[in-house]
């Protein structure tokens, strides 16, 4: 899987996919993950991306030229499955999305600045539009970074068994139960004896039963149209 970012602020992409399980994931050859620089798109001399509100009104609205050079360049490259854009408006994303988006090829994401793109970018090249939750953010970069992540830990042969995905907080729907380590001790605070019992089927109706109390207690909304 190829993902391609389409930035006016591509140093606040520099570091995310540079370590760690994303670093693994490029370094396995399983994921590439390429930011590029909108403004090297730019059709006029001033390098702009960005003009008034056809109307009037407060804030710059990012054109739709430059948008369409970089995403006709990139698929004269190579096939895209989704063109994403990352928005405050858009369907709010979760893990249902995530492992959907990580059974897909190649993608392109759009980082939304200023107002927000001409509505025709959306018309003629949006296949998908993506928000992280009901807050807003001063791009859509951080966006991005949150979703890579998200999908790239989930391509078959990126995580092993110590990162395991299928014990995730909300991959069957639950949150996570509690974990412990060494000390088995700490300053009185023991570990719950089962844990160190040895039997792995009671050990793993009692991570269940964990899991179930704490998603009643803190996410209740997970709860509905489960039977336990
Ligand atoms: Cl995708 N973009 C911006 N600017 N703000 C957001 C967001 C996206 N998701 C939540 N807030």
């Given at each position: 899987?190829?993902?391609?970012?389409?930035?006016?602020?591509?140093g606040?992409?520099?570091?995310?996919?540079?370590?760690?399980?994303?670093?693994?994931?490029?370094?396995?050859?399983?994921?590439?993950?390429?930011?590029?620089n909108?403004?090297?798109?730019?059709?006029?001399?001033?390098?702009?991306?960005?003009?008034?509100?056809?109307?009037?009104?407060?804030?710059?609205?990012?054109?739709?030229?430059?948008?369409?050079?970089?995403?006709?360049?990139?698929?004269?490259?190579?096939?895209?499955?989704?063109?994403?854009?990352?928005t405050?408006?858009?369907?709010?994303?979760?893990?249902?999305?995530?492992?959907?988006?990580?059974?897909?090829?190649?993608?392109?994401?759009?980082?939304?600045?200023?107002?927000?793109?001409?509505?025709?970018?959306?018309?003629?090249?949006?296949?998908?539009?993506?928000?992280?939750?009901?807050?807003?953010?001063?791009?859509?970069?951080?966006?991005?970074?949150?979703?890579?992540?998200?999908?790239?830990?989930?391509?078959?042969?990126?995580?092993?068994?110590?990162?395991?995905?299928?014990?995730?907080?909300?991959?069957?729907?639950?949150?996570?139960?509690?974990?412990?380590?060494?000390?088995?001790?700490?300053?009185?605070?023991e570990?719950?004896?089962?844990?160190?019992?040895?039997?792995?089927?009671?050990?793993?109706?009692?991570?269940?039963?964990?899991?179930?109390?704490?998603?009643?207690?803190?996410?209740?909304?997970?709860?509905?149209?489960?039977?336990?």
């Open positions: 899987m190829r993902i391609d970012i389409i930035t006016v602020v591509p606040l992409l520099d570091g995310p996919f540079a370590h760690s399980i994303l670093k693994r994931a490029e370094d396995k050859g399983l994921a590439a993950v390429r930011v590029h909108l403004r090297d798109f730019s059709t006029n001399k001033k390098k702009q991306v960005d003009d008034y509100a056809f109307g009037g009104g407060a804030g710059m609205v990012m054109m739709i030229e430059p948008i369409a050079r970089i995403i006709e360049a990139l698929k004269s490259e190579r096939a895209y499955d989704e063109v994403i854009y990352l405050p408006d858009g369907e709010t994303f979760n893990q249902n999305m995530a492992n959907e988006l990580s059974l897909k090829g190649n993608m392109i994401m759009l980082c939304g600045h200023y107002k927000g793109v001409d509505e025709r970018v959306r018309q003629r090249f949006i296949t998908k539009e993506i928000s992280i939750g009901d807050y807003v953010l001063s791009g859509g970069e951080l966006a991005a970074a949150v979703l890579t992540d998200a999908i790239i830990r989930l391509i078959p042969g990126v995580l092993n068994d110590e990162t395991s995905a299928l014990t995730d907080s909300f991959q069957d729907g639950l949150l996570a139960p509690p974990v412990y380590t060494r000390p088995a001790v700490y300053d009185g605070m570990v719950p004896e089962i844990l160190l019992s040895g039997h792995q089927a009671k050990i793993d109706d009692w991570r269940f039963e964990q899991s179930v109390r704490r998603t009643k207690e803190r996410r209740p909304d997970l709860m509905e149209g489960k039977d336990f």
